[in-house]
Structures are given as structure tokens and as C-alpha cells.
């Protein structure tokens, strides 16, 4: 019997360390053969300051320490640590998932740990397995479509966002009915929250132009949001570029990367003129925007910026998307193409930025008024 350390490429900058048994062992709980046992240790994936290489030396330690452990207990024939650590009531149990997407590095991580806490809230920091039903699940969707946000505003959660925590919620009911927690798969048969059309906010030409002539504090913040209106990308696409997924071929400029939301493996062709906003090329793995940080104090940073050049509205950084999008609409682009360029999957969320468009035309129709 051999126990192994070994790593798996997690998203985000992380390894996940677990022990690789063999030949398998039988779990004492299942009956089933496993080779695998996770311990919830991560390594950073290229170490670059002396805290981060301390890091990854302390927890390799750990780790090995921890594979000699198993090795002794194995050839003792103890099998306990495979047992399951059962969660005291499914507050823990969400809280656990909630710490696996922080831990994994995420796309969703942030609203994990929300809807954990206006859970808490909601069952005042205890619930059980058995509280779980139709019912308990239908006051606590009412509760995300009234409750306030934990904001220092204290402004009302919106329809989209209480859409999008109650649909988390209703994945780890699945998950606990999967772990053997719940007897019912309740997420099954729950209502859900519709989805309601929100305002998009972006800029015209001009006032993208404006920006383009406006100092930002944070030149790498004005780089990275011209580049979104430049190409229609996400933040969170943007954040990750590496400069080995920018390529050249025939003189033109494209990007090949794998979309962090959708796991769309895509190719983007970029103007010049966004190629152009990406600095001077560096190492293949080395991020091209290193030092973008998503904060409230960044979004604060784009208003400000687009305060200095005078234009009234509420910009945040995936208006730039909206921008992209809407621009490319209204100059004659056709709608499939839009779509693919902005990588969804479904032609019905294009068509959003088609009725912003239809809007602007009418209130451009009616600009022209004859006195009589």
C-alpha cells in the first residue's frame, strides 16, 4: 500500500493538495473503493514574494507530514480518517461550501459567503436538516425579496441579485440531498425568482471618448476599462490575461482564452487600437493587468474618473461591456455577430443591448419636432 502526495490545478492561482491511495482502499462508510482523499491545503501556483514561497514551504510540510501519518495508518489497517465529518445543521454545512469556493479561487466565491450570511441572518446563526421544507425554503425566498443589502446604505437587495442567491441556496439543498443530509430533494420542486430586465448603463461614443482624454488616478484601471469598451470583454476575463493568449497572425491581433464564467473556450479578434492598450508584451504566464483588484475603492476610482470628465452617469466597470456592446449595435454590427463577440451562449441575452438601441433611435426620431 502507497500513499502519494499529489497536486490538482485549481481556477485562480492555487493547487489543491490530496493523497493519491493505491492501490484504493475501501471507504468505511460506502463500501466503495476511493484513491483519493482531498485535505483541504492549497499551494500558490507561482510564489512571487517571500510570504507566498514561506507559505508554500509550511503547508508542503504539512502535507507531508500528514501523507506519513496515513501511510502508518494504513499498514495498521485504520481506516477512520475516512470517515465523515458530519456537519452539526446545514448552516455549517453551507458555510463549508461557501470556504471550498473561497478556498478554490471561484468565479462565484463572493456570493457564496453573501448568501451564507443572510442566511444566518435569516435563521438567527442556527438551522437544522429538519427545519428544511417547502415552507422554511418559500419564507426565506421572500426574505432575500425584501431584505435590505448589508451595505452601509442599507439599500434594498435587488429582484436579480435575490435571484441569484436564492439559486445558490437551492444548489447546496441539492448538494446536502446528494451528501445524504436531506431525505427529499427539495431544490426539485421550490418556486424560483424571475429574472426581471434591468437598465444598462453605458457610454456613447463621445463620452467614451472623453474618458479616453481624462486622467484616472489608476492608470492600469483607465488601460483595462478601455480595453473592455475596445473588445466587450468581462472584468473577470480581462483581470486573468496572460500574454501568451494574445497571438498575431497576418498582422492582426487575437485572444485565446477560456472565458471564467462560461468555461468558453474562445478566439476574439482585437483592433490595433485595443492592442495597443495592453503595454509592452511580457513573459508568456505573466498577467498583462497584474495589479487590477475588484473593490468597492476601485469602482470608486472609475467614478471619480468619469466625474473629472464631466459626465453624469453611474459607471462601473462592466458598463464598459454594456458600452462595447451597444456601440457595436448601434454602428450597424449585426446581432449573431455581437453575441459571439461578447461570448454568450444564448441569442436572448444579446437582444437586450438591441432594445437599448431601439430606445436611442426613438428618442433620436423625436428630436426633430416641425412648429406648427
Known amino acids: 500500500m502507497k500513499v502519494k502526495l499529489r497536486l490538482k490545478k485549481m481556477t485562480g492561482d492555487r493547487h489543491s493538495l490530496f493523497l493519491d491511495f493505491y492501490p484504493p482502499i475501501l471507504h468505511p462508510e460506502t ?58 445543521d446545514f448552516l455549517h454545512f453551507f458555510k463549508e461550501l461557501a470556504d471550498e469556493h473561497k478556498a478554490g479561487g471561484k468565479g462565484d466565491k463572493n456570493n457564496w459567503i453573501s448568501v451564507y450570511n443572510y442566511l444566518y441572518k435569516f435563521t438567527n446563526g442556527n438551522c437544522s436538516f429538519d427545519e428544511l421544507n417547502d415552507e422554511f425554503c418559500n419564507r426565506f425566498r421572500l426574505h432575500l425579496q425584501s431584505t435590505n443589502t448589508f451595505r452601509a446604505t442599507k439599500s434594498k437587495l435587488t429582484n436579480n441579485s435575490a435571484r441569484g442567491y436564492f439559486t445558490i441556496f437551492g444548489t447546496a439543498l441539492k448538494k446536502a440531498y446528494e451528501a445524504n443530509f ?43 476599462a478601455l480595453f473592455s469598451a475596445l473588445t466587450g470583454l468581462r472584468y473577470s476575463d480581462i483581470e486573468k490575461l496572460l500574454w501568451r493568449e494574445i497571438v498575431m497572425e497576418k498582422a492582426e491581433y487575437s485572444i485565446r482564452f477560456t472565458q471564467k464564467k462560461t468555461k468558453g473556450v474562445e478566439t476574439l479578434p482585437i483592433s490595433e487600437q485595443a492592442a495597443g492598450l495592453l503595454g509592452e508584451r511580457g513573459k508568456p504566464d505573466e498577467r498583462i493587468f ?34 462595447f456592446a451597444t456601440l457595436q449595435l448601434s454602428s450597424g454590427t449585426d446581432i449573431y455577430t455581437v453575441s459571439k463577440m461578447l461570448g454568450h451562449r444564448d441569442l436572448h441575452t444579446t437582444q437586450v443591448y438591441a432594445k437599448i438601441v431601439d430606445q436611442s433611435k426613438r428618442v433620436a426620431a423625436n428630436k426633430i419636432k416641425l412648429e406648427i
Request: glycine share 4%; net charge positive.
Open 290 to 323: 497584474p495589479s487590477l483588484l475588484y473593490s468597492a475603492w476601485q469602482n470608486m476610482k472609475i467614478q471619480q474618473w468619469v466625474m473629472r470628465a464631466g459626465i453624469p452617469k453611474t459607471i462601473t466597470f462592466h458598463c464598459f461591456r454594456h458600452t
Open 182 to 224: 436531506l431525505k427529499e430533494n427539495i431544490s426539485g420542486r421550490i418556486q424560483r425568482i424571475s429574472k426581471e430586465d434591468t437598465q444598462r448603463e453605458y457610454l456613447t461614443a463621445d463620452e467614451l471618448n472623453l474618458l479616453a482624454q481624462t486622467d484616472c488616478d489608476l492608470p492600469v484601471l483607465k488601460r483595462a
Open 31 to 88: 463500501g466503495k473503493p476511493t484513491r483519493r482523499e482531498f485535505l483541504k491545503l492549497y499551494l500558490m501556483d507561482k510564489p512571487k514574494n517571500p510570504f507566498d514561497k514561506q507559505h508554500n514551504k509550511e503547508t508542503q510540510a504539512l502535507a507531508e507530514n500528514i501523507r506519513a501519518k496515513r501511510q502508518l495508518e494504513l499498514q495498521a489497517g485504520d481506516y477512520g480518517f475516512m470517515k465523515r465529518n458530519t456537519p452539526k
